[in-house]
């Protein structure tokens, strides 16, 4: 009788939890119509040329297309078979158009197996920019990704617009974009472009820079991840 009572009870509680367990449930997050992308790309060591030649034609294809902004394709400074494409487009019809439509798609096709690792496109929203300047031959970029704590996000965001305001004022600087993820809006990419890597040096090096830091590190999620590149065309 007690084997009984205990299989009758576990299944009544087991019932009257269930329906609670499911209206906790949390809604799974809608993502916001997005007009700009960031994507991290790697590829064989030994695929090299042909995966800039790729990455030409992939910006050159693009470019021609309707609503296109900004298409840059940077390698990374220190670590060459490692890329990332930014992207503008007027809105996020123009973009999904983009995603969906055959120049990617042609371009996926033929890079896949020349591939090291996941593609991984990030589409995004404007917080600060975007700029209109075309940087400059030789510019060095500077991309980070930045992943704040939800709660601190709107402290950050009020941080990294003083941080660009601030750049703004300094010899050698070009832009300064920050953008975050539609799907992780707790996501942050800073795309900052200088005229060369002595003055992204003397901007590092800054009291207020370093404060920044300093201030940002409990907001963080993650490390911040900055990676420094140069505009292949």
Known sequence: ????????????????????????????PRAEPANLAVTYLEVLPSALAQAEALFKQLAADSRKEGGNQRYQILQQNDRNAQFVIVEAWSDPKAAEAHFGGAVLKQFRDKFKPIEAAYFDERPSIVTIGPSEAKPTSGALFAVTHVDLIPPRRD???????????????????????????????????????????????????????VEF?????????????????????
């Open 1 to 28: 009788m007690k084997i009984l009572y205990g299989a009758v009870l576990t299944a009544a509680t087991l019932a009257l939890l269930a329906p609670a367990a499911k209206a906790q449930a949390p809604a799974p």
């Open 155 to 209: 402290a950050a965001i009020a941080m990294f617009k003083t941080l660009a305001d601030d750049a703004r004022k300094e010899p050698g600087y070009e832009s300064f974009d920050v953008w975050y993820q539609n799907n992780r809006t707790n996501h942050f990419t800073f795309i900052e472009v200088w005229k060369d890597r002595a003055s992204f040096d003397a901007h590092k090096a800054k009291p207020d820079t």
């Open 213 to 233: 830091r300093d201030k940002l590190g409990p907001m963080a999620g993650a490390l911040y991840d900055e990676r420094l590149y140069h505009e292949i065309d």
